[in-house]
C-alpha cells in the first residue's frame, strides 16, 4: 500500500488498517463532514450532494445498494464492482458531491474528512436489514418520526 498523499493525522491510521478491496463484497462506508459541520441540515446543499451519490459516472461499476445522508454525516452501503478500488471509489464519491456543493451553493473549504470508516460485510449477513439500520439513521437521531418523513436516503430493495 502506497502512502497518502496527505499528512498523517491521529487517528486515520486506524481507520486503513486492514483495509481491503474485494469486488463482489458488500462494504459500509462512512464518512464525516470536516470539523462535523451539519452542513447537509441545508435542504439545497443535502440535495446537491445526494444527487451525486447515484451518478453513474461517480459510482463506477459498484452499485450503491442504500444511504443515508445525515446533517454531519453519510452512510453508503456498496457492493465493489470489478476492477475498483474501495478507497478510490469513495474518494470519487466525496470528490464529486463536494465539487458539486461548492458549485451550487458557493461552499468554501473542505466539505468532507479525508477518512472514513469501512466495514466489510460478512457474507452470511442479511443486506436488507443492515440497509434498514443504514435508513433508519434519521430516526435513531430523532430527526424524523418515520423514515418516510425524511428525503436523502435510498435503498436498491424499495
Known amino acids: 500500500m ?6 498523517e493525522l491521529p487517528g486515520h491510521h ?5 483495509r481491503s478491496s ?3 463484497y458488500v462494504y459500509l462506508l462512512t464518512t464525516t463532514t470536516e470539523q462535523r459541520v451539519p452542513l447537509f441540515a441545508d435542504f439545497k446543499t443535502a440535495c446537491v450532494a445526494s444527487s451525486t451519490f447515484t451518478r453513474s ?3 463506477g461499476r459498484n452499485r450503491l445498494l442504500a444511504w443515508v445522508l445525515m446533517p454531519d454525516h453519510v452512510h453508503w452501503l456498496l457492493e465493489l464492482g470489478e476492477g475498483e478500488d474501495l478507497a478510490k ?3 470519487r464519491m466525496k470528490a464529486v458531491s463536494a465539487r458539486q456543493i461548492r458549485r451550487s451553493v458557493g461552499w468554501e473549504g473542505a466539505v468532507w474528512t479525508r477518512a472514513f470508516h469501512d466495514r466489510t460485510l460478512r457474507r452470511e449477513e442479511d443486506l436488507v436489514a443492515v440497509a434498514r ?3 433508519s439513521n434519521p430516526l435513531r437521531a430523532g430527526l424524523v418520526r418515520t423514515v418516510r418523513e425524511y428525503s436523502f436516503w435510498d435503498a436498491a430493495w424499495l
Open 22 to 24: 474485494i469486488p463482489g
Open 57 to 59: 459516472s461517480v459510482i
Open 89 to 91: 471509489s469513495v474518494g
Open 2 to 7: 502506497s502512502r497518502p498523499a496527505f499528512p
Open 133 to 135: 439500520y443504514v435508513v
Open 14 to 18: 486506524a481507520l486503513r488498517k486492514g
